[in-house]
């Protein structure tokens, strides 16, 4: 049973547009959650990461919204732009932060396009 | 500064033969993991080595599957033998936990491209 789910495979969206991209999850022990993007042929890259003591996090472009009762995170790329086309994986763990566990459980990814 | 290496980058091998994949995490990171992910399904972590230790092996799927990390640099993980389900991208990661000064793990993993193995 995966316990971290993106029920969307694919997304498309124009450049400058917003691109969001969702994950769900059902063990309330996760405490924090990552963003990764993958190229084809290459591995993934970490983008962003939030804690379950927050609710939003911000990096340029990116920003990553946890909404813990719904068990709910989203990623936004705004603007977006071609270069972000990639595969988006979801991440979570339980002990992350506490320095005892460092085991990712991982979302089957939703493949975003931008259009020029 | 050299990214993490993996090799063979592609390996087909028979059914019943030994696969050896090698990783060579960033030079200085104590923390090195193995991931696969196995096509139509979700990368699954494997293992997490701290230097020559093994942290957490929780995620080897059966005992034909032997890792090891040498003098805490370069980790090998050994296939013995191949079934035709351990085919799949095995992805090697590093990472040098740093807490900082707010009170929280810098823990950004650096993967590899992955191995492609394919087991025929």
């Known amino acids: 049973d995966q316990q971290v789910k993106q029920n969307s495979p694919s997304l498309s969206v124009q450049e400058g547009r917003i691109s969001i991209l969702n994950c769900d999850y059902t063990n309330s022990m996760f405490d924090y959650f990552l963003w990764y993007k993958k190229y084809p042929a290459e591995g993934p890259t970490f983008l962003i990461s939030i804690s379950s003591i927050k609710d939003k996090n911000e990096d340029g472009r990116f920003t990553v919204f946890l909404n813990k009762s719904a068990k709910h995170l989203s990623l936004h790329i705004v603007p977006s732009q071609p270069g972000d086309s990639a595969v988006y994986f979801c991440?979570?763990?339980?002990?992350?932060?506490?320095?005892?566990?460092?085991?990712?459980?991982w979302g089957l990814g939703t493949s975003l396009a931008v259009n020029p | 500064e050299a990214g993490v290496t993996q090799f063979p980058s592609h390996s087909v091998i028979e059914k019943g033969q030994t696969v050896t994949l090698r990783c060579d995490p960033i030079?200085?990171?104590?923390?090195l993991y193995w991931y696969r992910r196995v096509m139509g399904k979700e990368i699954k972590f494997l293992l997490h080595f701290v230097k020559e230790s093994k942290q957490d092996e929780s995620g080897m799927p059966n005992n034909r599957f032997l890792a090891e990390r040498t003098g805490g640099t370069y980790s090998t993980l050994k296939v013995q033998p191949a079934e035709l389900e351990d085919s799949g991208v095995y992805f090697c990661?590093?990472?040098?936990?740093?807490?900082?000064?707010?009170?929280?793990?810098?823990?950004?993993?650096?993967f590899g491209q992955g191995t492609r193995l394919t087991v025929v």
């Open positions: 990661a590093s990472s040098q936990d740093l807490f900082d000064l707010g009170g929280a793990w810098n823990t950004e993993a650096f």
């Open positions: 991440a979570a763990s339980v002990g992350f932060l506490a320095g005892n566990n460092r085991k990712l459980i």
């Open positions: 030079s200085g990171h104590d923390n």
